[in-house]
Every structure is written in C-alpha cells, then in structure tokens.
C-alpha cells in the first residue's frame, strides 16, 4: 500500500520585546540569573493586575500580516488552564477562540521527491501568549529534584499553527526554515533555536494514498533543531506506516523525540488529554485593533527573503545558489548590499563585483566567522573594510592570494583595521615592476634546470612550474601575469643561446 504523508506544525516563537507580556519585568530571562526577573504579575500574586504589551501586539501582527493572515478589528485574550509546577498562576493568558491572525499562508518550494513544485502552506492562526518557568529536572538518584526558574514566565509567545498542508519531513523543514527566515527578517524574533527562542510541535498522520479522510495523528515534541525535527518526522512517519501494517491502528497520543536514540516515545495518551477550561481572561479588556495601525504596519513590511533573493538574481545577476545562501539571514544580505554600494562601480560593472563580494563572503570569510562562531553581523571586518580589501585588489595593489593574508590580518586585528594601512605596514603590496620581479626570474631559472630542459623539448607547462618559483621567491608579491611573461622571455633568451 502507498501511503500520503500529512504533517501540520505548531511553533512558539519568543517575541524579542524589552519588557515581558504583562508586567514590566525585563525579558532579558536567558542572560540575568535566576529568578531575579520577577515581580507580583508574572508570579501570579493575588491581586496582581496584567497590562498588555503594545509592542508584542504589533510584532504579532506584523507576522500576522507577512503571512498574509487577516487581522480581525476584534480580539481577546483567554485563560488557559492547567496544573503544572511551570506554571506561576496555574492558567497561562493565551489566545482561544479569537486569535490576532487568521486564515494565512506561507509559500515553499515544495519537496521534489514527492514531485511538489512551488506549494503553498495554509496557516491557520498566528495568536499570542505567555512563556512558562524554566524547569531543571536533576536525577532520581533517591533525592531526585526539579528546580524552578521564573524569569520565562510571562515572555512573549507567538504560536504560528499551519493546516495540515505538508506532505513530507523535507516540506516541514522547508516551512519551518521559511518561517525562522520571516521572523528575523521581521526583527520579532532572534529566532535562535538552540536557545529555545524558535521551537516546534510536529502532528503527523499518515493515510493510503488517495484518500481524503485524514489518519490518526501523533504530535511530537522535544525537537531543538531544524534537523531534529526532520529525523523525527521521519522516524514517526515510519514507525505508523509499520503499525498500520502490522494490522494495527495509531493511537492518538503526545510522543517525545528522544534525540541521543533517535526515536520518538510515547508521553500522554488521549485519555489524559488536557480539558483547558478556557475563559476569557477577566482581567484584560479585549483589543480592538485599528484599521489605520494595519495599514501602517503592512506599509512598513520588509522586503522579505523569497523576494529579496529574486532581487539579487535579476539586479546583479547572481546564480540561484549565491542568492539563496546570501539571502537566508538578513544580516547577510544587508552586509552584501552594504559592500556592493560602497564598491560604487558603474551599473555594467556591478554584475561582476556582485559575483566577486559574494565570493569573498560566502568563502573566506565565511570561514572565518565560522571558526571564530562569529555572525555576519558582528564581524571584525566591516563591510567598509571588505569595501576597501575588494578596491586594493582592483587597483592592482594585491593579487587575490595576497588579499586573502590582509583579510585574515584584517580579521585578527579587527574593528579599525585598514587594509592599505596593514598593506603598507607589513610590505605586502604586488609587485608589478618588472625590474624587480627580473632577479628572481633568473634566479627560478638557474635553479631549475630539468624544467628548462622540459620547456625546451615542448613542454609549455614547465614555464608555469617555473612562474610558481618565482612566486615562491618573491613571497606571493609578483603580478602573477607579469611573472609568467618574464619567465617565458627569460626561456627565449636561454634558448637563443648556445647549448653547453
Ligand atoms: P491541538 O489543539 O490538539 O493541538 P489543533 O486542531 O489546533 O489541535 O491542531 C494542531 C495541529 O495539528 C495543526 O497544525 C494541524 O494542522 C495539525 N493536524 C490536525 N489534524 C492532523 C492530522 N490528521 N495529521 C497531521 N496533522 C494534523
Ligand atoms: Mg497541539
Ligand atoms: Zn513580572
């Protein structure tokens, strides 16, 4: 029996707002110790009255829009109720019935393997609540304990439902990458997954192909990584497909990934599924959102990746490949702008510079940052700096290998490192005189005498060999052009003359 694959993600993404939700608390919760963000609101204190965030409604909103989701003139905000020690005031304030998003979608480019091309994933809501504490759960060793950090409770959560659209782990991964892309390109979110700032339930049902009822779904969680959430998706898919074949059925239950294992458990049963009990919330007035401030907030939308990426394909002529990398954070795509303007070259030579900043970045500076676990963002060396690098290979001044040392100096000595200035300082300029390349020509040559012979008998190849010595001699500084030149004359020259 072939099987469809139906997968439908939740994800909670922390808004990166000043202050938490409803008090004024810092939400700074990752870098301030524990349990010293706290006050009487987000403990859940008798009496304690709750005060909505403007600034986490408008980033709501904002990916309300992106996602192109209609925003209702009319929402509020509901209890959510359940007993848990993460849980300062017993509910957590979220969103049931009137969500500040709805009816939205999100396009990806669909997973080749199932022959999708281009597809569109319907989002169901986009609607805003409240972080819980922190737990630590320390081992049953007989004293086993869980410790209680409370400086989470009460962040801003954004949780984004998709419809059940996605027809593969690949599909997940893609709209899960789509989305960690808006936020940022957005400035809602830091969006870092590893911090628990982006994070993802999976529901997956699998049903024979050609249906149109949908099975027995599953939800996953405990994935904190794009790539977990792939493994899991795709062991989960599996472990039904081989339930269903063995005559049995899928049980409707919570499962856990288990990430050193490599497989999802079972964690909660449908008999023990939550009865939330939700209310409004009694102690918020409901929102009324403002046409006016919609339309603002649309007109103030970003240029996102999707069609940032189309952008730099047309504009400077760029592959697919160095689009789709340059344009996957929007630090990145802004550091390359930045350098391409400061270029400031004529239009028909911006295809060529583009090309040639996309390099630098995507290679060795790429590594760079990487070995340094630096982002684009806070780099040592500036866009202005790789500007005037790109300039002094332009002008001659260096050839690319000798731009490649500056660049790691450049690196090294960060902030205001200069190019021209570490150029001069440590004598690293090319050198296009040929009176001073001549020395180290004849020097290549006498010292090499099979290769001479080689050049003689017809092998044009031994005079590259020997423009390598001359590099070699002259430290990487000779214009290599000019160097292979004089190594050919300086070969003519040999040959005019009489053997032995
Ligand atoms: P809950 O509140 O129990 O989490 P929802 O109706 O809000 O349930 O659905 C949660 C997610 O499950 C949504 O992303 C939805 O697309 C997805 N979903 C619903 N039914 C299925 C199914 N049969 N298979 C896979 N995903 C599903
Ligand atoms: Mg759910
Ligand atoms: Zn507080």
Redesign the pocket.
Not at 161 to 165: A, I, L, M, T, Y
Not at 214 to 217: A, E, V
């Given at each position: 029996m072939q099987y469809e694959t139906?997968?439908?993600?939740?994800v909670h993404v922390q808004l990166d707002t000043r202050s938490k939700m409803f008090c004024g608390c810092p939400a700074d919760y990752q870098t301030a110790a524990p349990n010293t963000r706290a006050c009487p609101v987000c403990l859940g204190l008798p009496g304690a009255l709750p005060v909505i965030n403007r600034r986490a409604v408008e980033y709501t909103v904002l990916t309300g829009l992106a996602l192109h989701c209609r925003i209702p003139d009319f929402t509020k905000f509901d209890r959510k109720n359940y007993p848990y020690p993460d849980l300062m005031k017993g509910y957590q304030i979220s969103q049931y019935d009137l969500p500040l998003a709805q009816d939205g979608y999100l396009d990806i480019d669909g997973d080749s393997d199932t022959g999708h091309r281009r597809r569109r994933i319907g989002v169901?809501r986009v609607h805003l609540e409240e972080d819980v504490a922190k737990m630590q759960h320390f081992p049953d060793d007989g004293a086993g304990y869980s410790l209680v950090d409370v400086n989470r409770s009460g962040v801003p959560l954004m949780e984004i439902?998709?419809?059940?659209?996605l027809r593969s782990p690949a599909e997940a991964r893609q709209y899960l990458a789509a989305l960690h892309s808006m936020v940022q390109y957005l400035g809602v979110s830091t969006g870092n997954m590893q911090d628990g700032n982006f994070r993802c339930?999976a529901?997956?049902?699998i049903r024979p192909r050609g249906s149109d009822t949908?099975?027995?779904?599953t939800?996953v969680k405990n994935m904190n990584s794009f790539r977990s959430v792939y493994q899991a998706l795709e062991f989960e898919v599996e472990r039904q497909r081989r339930v269903i074949e063995d005559g049995g059925a899928v049980a409707q239950e919570t499962r856990g990934w288990v990430e050193e294992r490599e497989v999802t458990v079972s964690q909660r049963s449908k008999e023990y599924a939550h009865d939330y009990r939700y209310f409004p919330e009694p102690d918020l007035p409901p929102l009324h959102i403002g046409r006016q401030w919609v339309s603002e907030l649309q007109a103030a939308l970003p240029e996102l990746a999707p069609r940032r990426k189309a952008r730099f394909q047309a504009d400077y002529g760029l592959s697919e490949y160095d689009a789709d990398l340059l344009t996957g954070a929007r630090r990145m795509a802004d550091y390359f702008e930045a350098v391409v303007s400061l270029r400031n070259v004529p239009a028909d030579a911006q295809p060529a510079v583009a090309k040639e900043v996309a390099n630098w970045m995507l290679g060795d500076l790429s590594r760079l940052l990487n070995q340094s676990h630096c982002d684009i963002a806070d780099s040592p060396v500036t866009p202005d700096g790789l500007s005037d690098l790109l300039g002094l290979i332009a002008d001659g001044t260096l050839s690319t290998s000798l731009a490649k040392t500056v660049l790691e100096e450049m690196y090294a000595a960060g902030g205001d490192a200069n190019a021209a200035a570490i150029v001069r300082a440590r004598g690293l300029a090319q050198i296009s005189d040929a009176g001073a390349i001549e020395s180290a020509v004849a020097a290549a040559i006498a010292a090499n005498p099979k290769a001479v012979a080689d050049y003689r008998s017809g092998k044009e190849t031994a005079a590259r060999f020997l423009m390598g010595q001359v590099m070699r001699l002259t430290k990487g500084q000779a214009q290599p052009e000019l160097a292979l030149r004089l190594v050919q004359e300086g070969l003519a020259a040999e040959k005019s003359q009489p053997a032995g």
């Open positions: 139906v997968i439908g993600l939740e169901e439902v998709s419809k059940p659209d339930d529901n997956v049902s949908f099975g027995t779904r939800e």
